[in-house]
């Protein structure tokens, strides 16, 4: 490995688990500089004694907007520079929304989505200064629709794909790149250490045995498999706003577009009747 005055800096939140930990791994691999942040580091502890000088970590809960300023501010510092930001962190509300608390509800949306405007407003002051920088915004491939049971995990992706679309815009004349990556059903612990679950409703016990045979086992494959993907895309000179991450993720987006086209084009003679 080398590392040179070139090496880019990432800045990663989530960097613990899932997609964060094996784009950190990839990124220090290849001789680029990480700041990693998580609630917990104590699981790259082993990460930073073999890159003592290449990874910087940093405890940081992302629903903390003063706590996301400040821990920006800190990795920006940490190598002089930011390049690239890997706006990761996130968790899932597993349940019902007849199920769901309040309480529930509001700290999903606090983390997947609040949290990931909160990196991305912080971030932006310095990569505007730069005149350079890509910004890797992690939704997910489910973020066109909802499915029963993780619909508030859709719901906040699809709130962030949309923002970061209009982020794109904002940020391009900048020269500032965002990128909405759209992961597959990948093996990152979201579905265990994750989690957190409902209170079960025993009249969606019927629906919930349907979404177990529909889902299966299978948790998916290791997130480092994705990890060449992203590396692959922070080297594109000219990145595409959205990617899917994932073979199987790709065929079942295009068919949930198809679908949805075709429903569109079912009701052409409904919609039409309105003059707007």
Known sequence: MIVTAQSRVWFITGATRGLGRAVTEAALAA???VVGAARDLGPLAELTERYPDTLVTLPLDVADRAAVTDAVERAAAAFG????????AGGLLLG???EASEEQIRRHFDVNFFGAVWVTQAVIPHLRAQGTGRLLQVTSMGSG??????????????????LSQ???????????????VQPGGYDTGLYTVGTTATEPDPA????????????GDDAGPAPDTAAPVIMALAELP???????????SYDIVQ??????????RAWEHLSRQAPG
């Open 81 to 88: 520079r930011l390049d690239i930001v890997l706006n990761n």
């Open 31 to 33: 001789g680029e500089r």
């Open 255 to 264: 068919q949930m577009e198809q679908a949805r086209v075709a429903e569109y």
């Open 96 to 98: 019902m929304l007849e």
């Open 145 to 162: 629709g909802g499915v029963a049971s993780v619909g508030c995990y859709a719901a906040g992706k699809a709130a962030l794909d949309a």
């Open 204 to 215: 969606y016990a019927p629906l919930r045995a349907k979404l177990a045979e529909l889902w």
């Open 166 to 180: 209009s982020v794109a815009m904002e940020l391009a004349p900048f020269g500032i790149k965002v990128t909405i």
């Open 238 to 248: 000219d990145p595409p706003l959205r990617l899917i991450v994932g073979s199987n």
